[in-house]
Nanobody
């Protein structure tokens, strides 16, 4: 099983970035995005069920971030718009087969990508 996150970078306030998570060796899993700022805990951002496409977002992500999947390419993307300085963090993708009610809990995820850094600056 492998997950590889990419697409991070430096962006100005109000800008956009699209993160991508390339996966291999997975089927029927839920893919989640998390972020971790320096000195802070890892936070849930969004998740999508690969079968069915159900999605869930953290409150801070609603209306600004969109998670999507391309099962044919085994990728999950996170489109981030209207970025703010507080969005600065390392973003990770991860996979789980936990029941839907537990998908915002990072401890429920089995496999993690290496993370990609997003820096939002003025």
């Amino acid at each position: 099983v492998q997950l590889q996150a990419s697409g991070g970078g430096l962006v100005q306030i109000g800008g956009s970035l699209r993160l991508s998570c390339a996966t291999s060796g997975l089927s029927g899993d839920t893919i989640g995005w998390f972020r971790q700022a320096p000195g802070k805990e890892r936070l849930f951002v969004a998740a999508i069920r690969r079968l069915g496409g159900n999605t869930k977002y953290a409150d801070f992500a609603k209306g600004r971030f969109t998670i999507s999947k391309d099962n044919a390419k085994s990728t999950v993307s996170l489109q981030m718009n209207s970025l703010k300085p507080e969005d600065t963090a390392v973003y990770y993708c991860a996979s789980t087969r936990v029941v839907w009610s537990g998908i915002s809990d990072p401890s429920q995820y089995n496999y993690w990508g290496q993370g990609t850094l997003v820096t939002v600056s003025s």
